[in-house]
Each structure stands twice: as C-alpha cells, then as structure tokens.
C-alpha cells in the first residue's frame, strides 16, 4: 500500500487494515473535456487520407504519406472519441456543436448535418445506407446516410456517450442509464435490454462474434451476452475504476484495455491469459504483424509482443488515450501534446508528425468520481467514525528512459473507525 499511493497523511498511519473503492458521482468525464489541440479519437485512413477530429473543433484530412494538409473543416464544438468514418464519397463525424456531419471525403465540403439536443460524442456506424449513431440527449439516431434525413430515434434514460455496432439487423449499444440495448435497425423497436449496475459508455463500438455480443460496464464487469437473445453467458470483473472499452478481438482472443491501468488478454470463454501493468490508463490497442501497439495515460505507446513483453516504446509529450491505424510500414495515433504521430512500426523513428492548432485540452482526472474508503482499528480516545478528509494521490513513475512523469487524482477519503478488532461499515456503502 505504501509503494503506491504518497498518501503522507498526518491523521492516521499507512499501515492500513483494509481498504476499498465506492462511486461517489456518476461518470461525466467526456463532457467536461475543454477546447484546445488535443486529439482523442480514432484516426480513419482511406485512398492515401488521413481523417481525424479535434477538440479545436476542426475535422481535418492529412496526406497519410507526407502529414500535409489537404483540407479541414470547422465545427462549432469539439470533435471528441466520434472518430470518423468513410461511405461512398463522405466522411462522417460528431460534434459537441450537436451535430453529425457528413463531408465529401476530397474537398471537405458539407454534404449535410443533423443537429440532435445535445452533444454528438458517438462514432457512426454505416450499414445498408443508413447512419446510426447516438447523442448525449439520451437518444440512438437512424438517418439516411445520403441526405441525412432521419428515419427513426430510440430514447434511453439517460446519456449516451457510447459508439454503435450494427450486426445481422439488430443495432447494439449502451447507455449511461445502466442499460445495454439491442434494437431493431429497420425500425427502431427495442429487441431486448441487459441491464448492468453501471454506466454503460465505450468509445469503440461492443465486439460481436460467433453470435455472442462483448461489452463492459462502469461496474467493473465485462459480459458475455447472446446477440439474439441477451441472455448472459458469463461475466468477469475486470477493473475496480470502472470500464470505458468494449473488448477487440486479435488471433482467437480479446484484449481489454482498463481503466485501472491494465491491458488484459482474455479467453473467448472469459479467462485473464495475461495483463501488461503501467499504473496509467491505456488506450484501445491495435495489432500488425504479430505485435500489439498500445498507448498509455503515461505518454508512451508501446509495442509489445504477443506475450505482452516490451519490444520497445515512444514517447510523446502527453497522453495516448485512443487506438492507433497502420499504412504501410507506418503507425499513426494522436496524441493529447496535438500532435498526430507517424512512425515506423519496427523501429519507432518519426516519419512525420502533423501539429493541430491550439495547446493541450483540460480533461478532468480520471478517477475523480472515486472515494477511498478506509477502515481502522480505534487507537484510543478521540477517532471520529465516518470522517472525510480530501487528499491528494500522486503516482510516480521512472521511465527507463529517466523521463519523469507524474499523475495528480484527488480523492474524497472515507476513515472509518471501529473497536479494536472489529469494522465499522456504513450502512449505505455501494458494492461496486
């Protein structure tokens, strides 16, 4: 316990009995974020073009060869985790201004918006020329992929910062009410729900395989659900901070990237193989030639071979929250610094780097909606039960390379005191 919180509290010792995590608010982090350069989505590579968002609120498209610019185009609000996609002719993506736009892929001119009632956060999913994707107004949106009219809308009960995926018919997504939904994709009517004990957001779309549906959940479980049914298969937690991906798969397995700063190797049947640790929150990770690219809250991305051990790892000047792309010999992802990064995927040498406009957004600390719960033996006269203090976490970590980096998250600290022997828990303690 010592090792790794730099608590120096004057209060109480750190020799701790026990201890554990309770939600104190719900997770609203993605729409806090503030405007600037970074860039937090996934990168779309498409007949030599690169297209991305940022929270400058520019879509911008980039020679994938050069890094040069071949056009951007200006919303009114931030273009955040609604990485773009490509359909016949047009590129797609949200903004915070409301919007799902729809741009020719050469000029980046507008084709057509829809405005919903709220923030676009959601990556689009095109299939058989409709456009689904979802708004923080609670509702999942069909449109016409051509023109953008709207052919259906399903309402949730509460915010939806969650991507689609459309399979065999049925459209599958999740939704801070706790609720993952399976719907009908001609006309919009539920077909089941599965309801968990957390938010349900992934910034990448839920994986679906051999008829079975994988999705996580802010109540630290990954699920296993039959995609015609929802009926549950297994689950496994997987985190005590809660889950903000939904598995991908790679050569008969899934890899989860957690919030509590684990890559983990899964079994289809719902076994941890192996987990690769950085104490720093990672992104999805991407896969080429038997090696796995994944970044991290700590600035790094790192390649990794198939076992999770270190081929090697570049460092950038902040941190790499989603999944890289590939052209060529070339591995490109962005980062929070507002750079988009193209390097060589065996050596890690800059090939080019492309700078977007603006300096680095705020994001608010990762686990902020956290409280530390401490329970302690009473030494003498004078401990309070339930006493509540904020404290300050600072999680150090020596890079090989003697970069140092450090994470600032502030905790509300539960102290709770009981007879020697004994614990005192509260009475409305939440299980997570």
């Avoid at 999805?284 to 198939?306: S, T, W």
């Amino acid at each position: 316990m010592e090792e790794h919180t730099g608590f120096g509290f004057d209060e109480f010792s750190v020799e701790m009995e026990d201890f554990k995590m309770r939600r104190t608010s719900k997770f609203d982090r993605i729409w806090r974020v503030s405007d600037g350069g970074s860039m937090c989505c996934i990168p779309l590579t498409h007949d030599g073009i690169l297209y991305f968002g940022s929270n400058n609120f520019n879509i911008y498209a980039v020679d994938v060869k050069t890094g040069k610019l071949v056009w951007k185009f200006k919303t009114f609000g931030i273009v955040f985790e609604s990485s773009p996609v490509y359909w016949k002719g047009m590129i797609f993506a949200g903004s915070f201004d409301r919007n799902m736009y729809a741009l020719d892929a050469k000029s980046g001119e507008l084709r057509w918006k829809y405005e919903c009632m709220d923030k676009v956060n959601s990556m689009a999913c095109i299939d058989n020329g409709r456009i689904y994707f979802a708004s923080k107004d609670q509702n999942v949106y069909c449109c016409d992929a051509r023109n953008g009219s709207l052919i259906w809308k399903f309402h949730t009960q509460d915010e939806i910062g969650s991507s689609p995926a459309v399979h065999d018919g049925k459209v599958y997504i999740g939704s801070f009410d706790k609720v993952f939904y399976c719907i009908d994709a001609r006309n919009g009517r539920l077909v089941w729900k599965f309801v968990t004990q957390g938010e349900v957001y992934h910034a990448n779309r839920p994986l679906i395989r051999d008829g079975i549906v994988y999705f996580t959940s802010f109540d630290n479980n990954l699920y296993a659900l039959t995609a015609d049914e929802g009926k549950n298969v297994w689950k496994l937690k997987t985190a005590e901070f809660g889950n903000a991906y939904s598995p991908v798969y790679h050569d008969g397995k899934m890899f989860l990237a957690t919030r509590d700063g684990n890559l983990l190797a899964i079994s289809m049947d719902g076994r941890i193989e192996w987990k690769f640790s950085r104490m720093h929150v990672p992104s999805i990770p991407a896969f080429k030639d038997g090696r796995i690219y994944v970044g991290f809250e700590d600035y790094n991305l790192y390649c990794l071979d198939m076992q999770g051990k270190v081929i090697w790892k570049f460092t950038t000047q902040g941190p790499i929250w989603l999944t890289a792309v590939f052209w060529g010999n070339m591995v490109i992802f962005p980062s929070w610094d507002c750079n988009m990064y193209a390097i060589d995927a065996s050596s890690a040498r800059v090939i080019w780097k492309f700078r977007t406009e603006g300096s680095p957004s705020y994001l608010p600390p990762a686990h902020d909606e956290f409280e530390v719960v401490i329970r302690k033996q009473a030494e003498g006269a004078g401990k309070k039960e339930g006493e509540r203090k904020t404290y300050e976490f600072i999680l150090d970590d020596e890079s090989e390379d003697g970069r140092f980096y450090k994470s600032r998250i502030t905790y509300q600290i539960s102290t709770q005191y009981a007879e020697k022997g004994k614990y005192q828990i509260d009475s409305d303690e939440e299980a997570l």
